[in-house]
């Protein structure tokens, strides 16, 4: 694992704020397995807090964008669970 890329990935995912309830993604406990591996992949499973949240599409869009951003990181990875439209919302994120 690569200390330094897992430190700046989980400080990204703590600035997604849900606006609905103004907490980090991070504080809410959505993200769950994160891993970095030496070549920067990262992945995780997202949990929104329901099957349906109305800010699942968003939340997730921004996990990736911040994610991406970081220089060391290669490639995101995020499997979804606890949601209606998962299987999309996972074809959307690795597009």
Do not use: W
């Not at 990935?9 to 997604?16: D, F, I, K």
């Not at 591996?37 to 807090?49: A, C, H, I, L, Q």
């Not at 968003?58 to 951003?69: F, P, T, Y």
């Amino acid at each position: 694992m690569n200390v330094d890329t897992m430190q700046k990935v989980t400080e990204a995912l703590a600035q997604v704020i849900d606006p609905e309830t103004g907490l980090n993604i991070m504080r809410m406990d959505l993200i769950h397995n994160l891993s970095v591996d030496e070549k920067g992949n990262v992945s995780m499973t997202f949990r929104p807090s329901s099957p349906v949240c109305p800010m699942a599409y968003a939340l997730a869009h921004e996990i990736k964008k911040r994610l991406v951003n970081i220089e060391s990181v290669r490639q995101v990875i995020i499997r979804v669970e606890n949601f209606r439209d998962a299987a999309r919302l996972e074809q959307l994120l690795s597009a």
